[in-house]
């Protein structure tokens, strides 16, 4: 790991950036960085709808607070939970963190997504995250209280 990035909500970055911060991919939706003990998420609803994938995207807030739908890896079937989706249902057994993005335009002048981070977050304990092809992710406390998020 070359370089670093401070995950503080609302950051604005790239999937390049979180790459070579933590050692994980920058192709797919769920990268697992095993190493540094996180998994991230990248969330696009509008490119995800090419592929079926047309329940991602906040959700409305409950009496716990804010959700985040999210579809997991696999276009065709039934998503299996293994590969990339396991990374991310057994997290918590794995104590990794997880950390979702949401697209947030191209970088200027060039090709690549920006990603806005939303925050650490952790598969609702309260609904069942084996319901495919959803996740239901919860957003946890940030870390820095005094730059929350612009919304979730």
């Keep these: 790991m070359t370089t670093t990035v401070e995950l503080v909500p609302g950051l604005i970055t790239t999937r390049d950036a979180i790459a070579a911060a933590y050692g994980c991919g920058t192709f797919q939706g769920i990268e697992p960085a095993d190493e540094a003990g996180k998994v991230f998420v990248y969330s696009d609803p509008s490119a995800g709808?090419?592929?079926?994938?047309?329940f991602d995207g906040?959700?409305?807030?409950?009496?716990?607070?804010?959700?985040y739908l999210y579809t997991g890896a696999g276009a065709n079937g039934n998503q299996t939970p293994s590969g990339r989706n396991g990374s991310?249902?057994?997290?918590?057994?794995?104590?990794?963190?997880?950390?979702?993005?949401?697209?947030?335009?191209?970088?200027?002048g060039g090709g690549a997504m920006q990603q806005r981070y939303i925050g650490q977050m952790l598969l609702d304990p309260m609904r069942s995250p084996h319901i495919w092809p959803r996740r239901v992710m919860r957003r946890i406390a940030s870390r820095s209280p005094s730059r929350e998020s612009p919304g979730l």
């Design 49 to 54: 709808e090419e592929y079926g994938y047309t």
């Design 58 to 67: 906040r959700a409305e807030d409950d009496e716990c607070g804010p959700l």
């Design 88 to 108: 991310l249902l057994s997290h918590a057994a794995k104590n990794r963190e997880v950390h979702l993005f949401v697209a947030h335009g191209k970088v200027p």
